[in-house]
């Protein structure tokens, strides 16, 4: 028989194996799924809390700056001012946020000198029973009146009523305290536009960004609150003192901005190429200073009007007043410029009315150095080839027969005075030039105002008006958006464009040479260009930017864009502030047409220390870390000089 043997089988062992495996994974699974729902509980139960801490420092920085624009005093000077201290917040389901409390405090940050702007920060702290925290940095910035395209604080002049009317178009923020008065030709604002009150003839408005009624009322500053500003001029030496104090017909001193191409590249553009220069006329030399036109009838008599020509044949034009038109020594230079005998004896003896038809006959301010002519002396002047020339943009005379340019240093920089003959007299606008300036020049009484540009300056006249005796332009076109120029103009009085012999076109009699005379005659327009140029911030705090003698004078002798008026067009380009609002210009044609537009570069960066509404806005927020947060070290830290 055969034998076999039987060996057990090994499939009940390895079942058991693949069980326990089997258990374990299914285990581990099973562990897995429960630590990770508790985890994402924790997680959701974290998410939540971290939201509600969010939610609560937001909502705190919300409670101060809005406590901040209802209670100025609530800013200090310097550090930081605790306005919640572990406070309790509602949700918007009405009831406390559970086991969370805020801290909030608020100071001033960056320069607290307002040059640039005036900024502060509310730093809001949640923490929860735990003591979890949250901490954010809401950085606010005071809302500058530069803003506003157009502010009023009454739409009256005189008790009259003033619309916005046909077709009018504002571009840029308006801003009044009183009732907005729409007449039935419409006006379209293409900015926010607000009101303390109400507007009156809405239907006839066209409102691009809206428009919101019955606001808080906005406050003009103060003279006080306008005080430092004395001080910021006087550490750089542009603190003044004029002759008078009166309205635009008594102004015997001028300010005049002079853009200086210094290193001979064809612009006047970079940022050490900004100065003025200021004229001091003396007294009752006030139509000498201002370029009026003299009530005469001799051309003898006019010594701030009159010619070009040359002095060598074929050279360059000289300007000559028509006062010296009848010298000897005038008629001697045109034959020497090209003339024969006869007709440098006729030039000699013309009329005023011949003088100013010449082409690019004109007008200058008082002491501009085209005047050389009539404005050095023998005595100042005793070699009679000094005083007996034309005039060019070369020909300065610092100290002359009705007046004097007032003296900035006897040591200017030397890249100024290679190329300067003012350089003297030359007030850097600059810091690398004079490191003091800090963009302010002060005047205490009345001031005219002209010139070009180049720079940041806030120009204030205390105690007077500010007369615009001429264009006020920038360097830089301010519709290319650069920003690299911007001026402010503020004054205690009015904000007035003098009607003189630049800004006004005179009436000149061919036949006699007087003005406004009788016989045949012409309107001449006696300045660079027909129109009249201003860019600027405008503050006029009582009482209005406005035009000389606006309802006198031609009604057709200019026209603006085809439309033919008296002084052709106003055109300004940045904002208008004002108490009340003042006429330029009548319908019936006297006066200027008015061409506005708005410069957003006021209002992302305004001029040098210009007043503020004392709203504020935000700016920026900022995430802070919570451990080991102090709120008096952070502060510190965000002021000059801090840690």
Not at 87 to 111: E, I, M
Not at 416 to 430: E, G, N, Q
Not at 577 to 587: F, K, T, Y
């Amino acid at each position: 028989m055969r034998s076999s043997t039987h060996h057990p089988s090994a499939r009940p062992g390895f079942a058991l194996g693949l069980t326990l495996i089997f258990t374990l994974a299914i285990g581990a699974l099973a562990t897995s799924a429960i630590v990770l729902s508790s985890n994402a509980t924790l997680m959701a139960k974290s998410v939540d809390r971290q939201r509600e801490l969010k939610y609560a420092s937001e909502a705190a920085l919300e409670i101060g700056k809005s406590q901040l624009n209802f209670d100025p005093a609530a800013l200090p000077d310097s550090g930081e001012r605790q306005l919640l201290s572990n406070a309790v917040l509602t949700g918007a389901d009405n009831r406390p946020l559970p086991n969370v409390k805020v801290n909030v405090w608020v100071g001033p940050s960056g320069s607290t000198t307002g040059q640039f702007g005036r900024f502060a920060s509310i730093v809001a702290q949640a923490v929860d029973n735990r003591g979890t925290g949250f901490v954010r940095r809401l950085e606010v910035t005071q809302e500058s009146f530069a803003k506003f395209a157009y502010w009023s604080n009454s739409e009256t002049m005189n008790g009259t009523t003033i619309y916005f009317n046909s077709g009018d178009q504002l571009w840029g923020p308006v801003w009044s305290n009183d009732i907005i008065h729409i007449g039935s030709g419409g006006a379209t604002f293409h900015d926010d536009v607000s009101t303390a009150k109400t507007i009156s003839g809405l239907g006839y408005g066209r409102f691009i960004k809206g428009y919101h009624q019955n606001q808080k009322p906005i406050t003009l500053p103060s003279t006080a609150a306008l005080s430092k500003l004395s001080a910021y001029a006087a550490l750089a030496g542009y603190n003044f003192t004029a002759p008078t104090s009166g309205n635009e017909t008594t102004t015997l001193m001028r300010v005049e901005f002079v853009a200086a191409d210094l290193n001979g590249d064809g612009d006047s553009l970079q940022a050490n190429e900004g100065f003025f220069r200021v004229y001091q006329a003396n007294t009752g030399q006030q139509a000498w200073l201002r370029g009026d036109w003299p009530g005469t009838t001799t051309a003898s008599s006019y010594l701030t009007c009159g010619d070009w020509h040359p002095v060598t044949p074929g050279g360059p034009l000289k300007f000559f007043p028509a006062a010296v038109h009848n010298t000897t020594w005038f008629q001697s230079l045109m034959v020497a410029g090209g003339m024969t005998s006869t007709q440098a004896s006729a030039e000699a003896s013309a009329t005023l009315g011949t003088i100013m038809a010449h082409a690019g006959a004109r007008c200058f301010l008082g002491g501009d150095p085209h005047l050389v002519a009539v404005a050095r002396t023998s005595a100042l002047y005793p070699n009679a080839a000094d005083r007996q020339k034309g005039g060019d943009d070369t020909t300065f005379t610092p100290v002359d027969a009705y007046g004097a340019w007032k003296l900035y240093s006897n040591s200017p920089d030397p890249s100024v005075s290679a190329v300067r003959a003012d350089a003297k007299y030359l007030f850097p606008i600059y810091r690398g030039l004079n490191p003091n300036a800090k963009g302010v020049v002060y005047v205490n009484g009345t001031a005219g105002v002209s010139g070009v540009l180049r720079g940041r300056v806030t120009l204030y006249a205390a105690n007077g008006d500010l007369v615009l005796l001429d264009d006020m332009r920038y360097a830089d076109d301010p519709g290319l958006g650069i920003c690299a120029d911007i001026l402010g103009l503020i004054s205690d009085h009015d904000i007035v464009v003098a009607d003189n012999a630049l800004n006004s076109p005179e009436q000149v009699s061919t036949s006699s040479g007087s003005h406004h005379g009788g016989g045949s005659s012409f309107w001449g327009d006696f300045d660079d260009t027909p129109d009249f140029y201003l860019h600027g911030v405008l503050m006029a705090l009582s009482t209005s930017f406005r035009v000389q003698n606006y309802d006198s004078g031609p009604s057709s002798a200019l026209n603006c864009q085809g439309s033919v008026d008296g002084r052709g067009c106003l055109y300004l380009t940045g904002g208008i502030i004002q108490q009340s609002r003042g006429p330029v210009g009548l319908s019936s044609g006297q006066g200027y047409v008015k061409r506005y537009s708005y410069d957003r570069c006021a209002a992302l960066n305004p001029p040098p220390y210009f007043p503020t509404t004392g709203r504020f806005t935000d700016n920026r927020f900022m995430e802070l870390n919570p451990v080991g947060f102090d709120a008096a070290g952070l502060f510190r830290s965000l002021t000059p000089g801090g840690p």
